[in-house]
């Protein structure tokens, strides 16, 4: 079983974008997810993230609460970083100038030894070598 | 003469089909065919409870009628759960219905706005 961690960029781009590389990347996730092979994770802000997108997104009200109707039925657990892992992530935040939250979803990925999956490229430059990272 | 006459009616559905309508007393303006109503012996397993349950419970030759009538109840829900897809692909079906020309650091900048 692998497990993934998503940022709010990588749900977004799945519907509000579409790349043939992207594409593919997340048909092969949903199939994984489908078949059990794969587990998807996120932190306890992620919905907030994806809320404030679709706020300023070019999607009228209608076309943004039906998003958010099948967003909810995602089959992705939110976790919440304890208070002493959130000391770490600060440090790792500090030390790859990088905001909290996007170190955050990283930091969630290195402790669950699974993969944060993002489509950040600057993150990705600058996290890189921390591994357990992907970027599509 | 008698075998000529089974083999053409072999080799013809549509009296056959005819006859066993008939034969069945089904009613010939059905548009249902005999394979759907009619009926065939099946073997199953089912739990030792379920067995115990059907002998005390269902009386004597009618088993086979509750038993039918319990998965044809349960028929219309399997079909339905078959149809629905998985969250995530539903999810990702709405990129037909609402794709739009951002780019992937306008989606990034639209997620951060408001927290700087």
Redesign the interface.
Known sequence: MKDYVIDACVVLSMILKEDKKATAFCQNLIMETEKNKARLWSTFFFRHEVANGLRYSNKDKREVLEIWEKFMKLPITCIELERNFLGSVANLSRKLDISIYDTSYHYLALILNGTFLTRDREYYQKAKRLRNIQCF | MTLALIFSLLYNQNVIHTLIMKMSKINAHSNVGVRETGTVRITVSVPYLVDIFLKKQIPKRQVSQFVSDAISKEIPEFIARKKKL???????E??KK???N???QE?????????K
């Open positions: 998985h969250p995530l692909r539903e999810f990702f709405l990129r609402y794709k739009s951002m780019t992937v989606i990034i900048n639209a997620i951060h706005k408001g927290q």
